[in-house]
């Protein structure tokens, strides 16, 4: 099966991930902008990460049969220091209008403060004069209160909702998350987040419209197979072929196809490493 990686961070993975996805049937990605493990103090530390995930990470995908796309924003954990968020968003345009970025992300809550909501809501007004699509990031605590809280300012400031990816959704948070008109993302982890099981469980429940899975596969205890893996829980655990290629793979190019310059190439082989050039 073809599988598309719609939330990834391959930026803290190796090279032997790209060889172990491609093998797992992983075709394209797409990389939003994360936290890097410390603030960063300078808005041009900011920005050169943001080339880095649009220009040589897209070469380094390509290089192991993966087309690489990427998503440039604020991230959330690093929005208490108001000047340098105010500096880096007044700075995202050149990296938003970039032929290899199809959305504004990841933006949202972390603690749910005053300054995430300034900040989100900034880079949401952002977003919406450019008609992109904005990757959401739901709080890794209090999520019924930040999924509310959320919608709430979606509603408040009028976006065209199927624009929105809602991520990390848990089972506390999907019947909010389904009543709105964003696509649903969630998150399988070997340890914290969701589980294969767990996604089986959800979807026999609610469905697969407008439902994304990923692997997000940060700095902490991940997998960038999650993926694959759960494809294979879902087929043991007696899902349609149809409904696991829309979780997949239909609804995550569904929403990034809105972008036109959403274009990947699921036909790139991988090249010898002995022909690699820096």
Wanted: with cysteine.
């Amino acid at each position: 099966m073809t599988i598309i990686e719609p939330h990834i961070h391959m930026y803290s993975r190796t090279t032997d991930d790209y060889v172990a996805m491609y093998k797992a049937g992983i075709r394209a990605c797409v990389e939003p902008s994360f936290w890097m493990g410390s603030d960063r103090r300078y808005a041009g530390t900011f920005f050169d990460y943001f080339r880095l995930i649009l220009e040589f990470e897209t070469v380094r995908a390509g290089r192991f049969g993966i087309d690489h796309y990427a998503a440039v924003s604020l991230n959330p954990k690093e929005t208490e220091n108001v000047r340098l968020a105010d500096e880096v968003i007044d700075g995202l345009g050149e990296y938003l209008d970039h032929p290899r970025c199809v959305a504004l992300g990841e933006i949202g809550f972390n603690n749910i403060t005053p300054n995430e909501e300034r900040a989100f809501v900034k880079q949401l007004r952002l977003a919406a004069g450019r008609k992109m699509l904005v990757i959401v990031h739901l709080p890794h605590f209090n999520k019924p209160v930040g999924i509310k809280k959320i919608v709430e300012i979606l509603k408040a400031e009028g976006v065209q909702q199927n624009k929105i990816l809602l991520d990390h959704n848990t089972e506390d948070t999907v019947e909010q998350a389904r009543q709105t008109g964003c696509f649903c993302g969630f998150t399988v982890y070997p340890i914290s987040k969701l589980t294969p099981q767990r996604i089986s469980e959800i979807i026999r429940k609610y469905g697969p419209e407008r439902m994304i899975v990923d692997g997000s596969a940060d700095w902490g205890v991940s997998d960038p197979l999650s993926l694959p893996k759960t494809v294979e829980f879902m087929q043991a655990d007696g899902h349609s072929a149809d409904t696991i290629k829309k979780l997949v793979f239909d609804n995550a190019m569904t929403f990034y196809s809105q972008c036109t310059k959403w274009k990947p190439q699921l036909d790139l082989k991988p090249i010898d490493p002995h022909e690699f050039q820096r």
